[in-house]
Structure formats: C-alpha cells, structure tokens
C-alpha cells in the first residue's frame, strides 16, 4: 500500500481543518488506518485510528471530541476532519496502514509523507 497525505496548511486556532490520505495498491480495505504527527522537537505520536471495516475508531485523549477520522473504502481514501484546533496541534501529520487494528496505535507498516499543519495563536 502506497499512502499520500495532503491538505496541510496554515489554521488559527479554534478554525477547523480536514486531512485527507489516498491509498493505491491492494486490498485498501483489509488494512486499518491511522493517522500520528509528529511535533517539533517531540516523538511521533498516536493520533486517531480505523478499523478496517470503519465500524470502531480510537483517539488520542487530547484530540477525543475534536477530530474525526474516517474511510471510503470505495474510493480508497481516508480523512481526518479536525476541529476546535489548537497551538499544540501544530505537527507535521502522518498517515499511516497497518493489517492489524489492535496494533496500529503503536505501529504501522505502511506510511505516507508527511503534511504539516500549523496552528497559528
């Protein structure tokens, strides 16, 4: 699997931002997906994830209520609506697959590029 993220930019805070990652190769709809981001000077973390089937989702506690991932198995593409966003949102964002949902908030396999996103005070 092939993964691409975009939508990165510049969002004051409080404004509300959606990321989205295409996927291309086989059986997109067999992986769990996820996103993590990494800020500066800090580890790469957990932020969200999907199960497979798009039916169970788990958050990073700080974003809980605030982000939103999703799948359209259909179109091989998955989001990260993000809102009521904060200066310590501010990461490069990743997105990332992984065959196992269980696993996914500690790994993944596959992993896209990088999208930053600055949430500007």
């Not at 999907?50 to 593409?77: C, H, L, P, Q």
Request: net charge positive; charged share 20%.
């Amino acid at each position: 699997v092939q993964l691409q993220a975009s939508g990165g930019g510049l969002v004051q805070a409080g404004g509300s931002h959606k990321l989205s990652c295409a996927a291309s190769g086989r059986a997109f709809s067999g992986y769990a997906l996820g996103w993590f981001r990494q800020a500066p000077g800090k580890e790469r973390e957990f932020v969200a994830a999907i199960s497979r089937g798009g039916d169970t989702t788990k958050y990073k506690d700080s974003v809980k209520d605030r982000f939103t991932i999703s799948r359209d198995n259909a179109e091989n593409m998955f989001s990260l609506q993000m809102n009521n966003l904060k200066p310590e949102d501010t990461a490069v964002y990743f997105c990332a697959a992984d065959p196992n949902y269980l696993y996914i908030v500690y790994r993944a396999k596959y992993w896209g590029k990088g999208t930053l996103v600055t949430v500007s005070s």
